[in-house]
């Protein structure tokens, strides 16, 4: 983000072309509110362990987006079933 925060990039690649990216922001371990584990997963960063904060998603310019640092393949389902938890899906 324009701000230097890291995010996840939730939004699947074909959708390139919008010009919007939807995001979630990490937060570090201890920040805002009190986590809830079932939408705020734990994810490992360069060794470091933020939270996930699902309730604060949003979408974001594709111009604001900085370089990628990692992926999320392996946290895959537990990021994806905290967005359906958190809109009432799951």
Known sequence: MSNGAPV???EADFLS??????MIPL?????????NS???PEVDVNGETPVV???LAGTIR???LRSRV????RDHL???GAIDILIGIA
């Open 62 to 64: 594709t111009a604001e």
């Open 70 to 73: 990692t992926t999320f393949d």
């Open 8 to 10: 996840v990039d939730c």
């Open 27 to 35: 937060l570090p371990c201890g920040t805002g509110a009190p986590p």
């Open 38 to 40: 079932r939408i705020n």
């Open 53 to 55: 904060a699902t309730q």
């Open 17 to 22: 072309d919008i010009g919007t990216r939807f």
């Open 78 to 80: 537990r990021i994806t």
